[in-house]
């Protein structure tokens, strides 16, 4: 099972791109990168996800180099209410449902 | 609808008290999950069930008890909890697969006296 790391903390200030990276040196052939985004006192919510190279959608790119032992969560022109905990999850294609989180990122956008 | 639902919000018991905690969802999803978060801590993944069968168990203590009586609700019986089991309860469901896009209901604030 991969495990990963995350920074603990990062701040930015509003309209800022910010860049949070994921390490996962064991990853496995079969394993996504997914990430989440959780508020206090709610669940985590869905933000991107990836198997190489790069996603992007309408809130996030997600940039995966070819070794995949890591990954880089981008969002651009952060505001106040992106302040938030992101989780990293790297996850096994054939492991059924066996997700694991992080111990996350907790981003501060200050004005 | 795109929402998953859990009863109740907030939860407090005893330790001797048998209680449980609900979660719905109606997307057609075919994997529901439970997970409990201490504060601060990322999210622990405790039960999977996939097709109404348990697939996953992390080495849940007996005292939580989980159930899914059909493919839209989940529930996790509790009994005998102890105060360390104080929590967020998070209940999430997933289409079917592995790399299904996991959405999560608001959670139960459990308190155990």
């Known amino acids: 099972l991969a495990k990963t790391t995350q920074p603990i903390s990062m701040d930015s200030y509003e309209g800022q791109e910010v860049n949070i990276t994921c390490s996962h040196n064991n990853i496995a052939t079969n394993d996504y990168i997914t990430w989440y985004q959780q508020f206090p006192s709610q669940g985590p919510r869905f933000i991107i996800q990836g198997y190489k190279t790069k996603v992007t959608n309408e809130v996030a790119s997600l940039f995966i180099p070819a070794d995949r032992k890591s990954s880089t969560l981008s969002l651009p022109r952060v505001s106040l209410s992106d302040t938030a905990v992101y989780y990293c999850?790297?996850?096994?294609?054939?492991?059924?449902?066996?997700?694991?989180f992080g111990s996350g990122t907790k981003l501060n956008v200050k004005p | 609808d795109t929402e998953v639902t859990q009863t109740p919000k907030h939860l407090v018991m005893g330790m001797t008290n048998k209680k449980s905690l609900k979660c719905e969802q109606h997307?057609?999803?075919?994997?529901m999950y439970w997970y409990k978060q201490k504060a601060k801590k990322p999210p622990e993944l405790m039960f999977v069930y996939s097709y109404e069968k348990l697939s996953i168990n992390e080495s849940v203590p007996s005292r939580f008890s989980p159930e899914c009586p059909n493919s839209s609700l989940l529930n996790l019986h509790l009994h005998a909890l102890q105060p360390e089991d104080s929590a967020l309860y998070l209940c999430a469901s997933s289409p079917s697969g592995s790399t299904d896009t996991q959405y999560f209901g608001p959670g139960t604030r459990l308190t155990v006296l």
């Open positions: 997307m057609g999803h075919r994997a």
């Open positions: 999850l790297v996850g096994d294609l054939y492991n059924f449902n066996k997700f694991y």
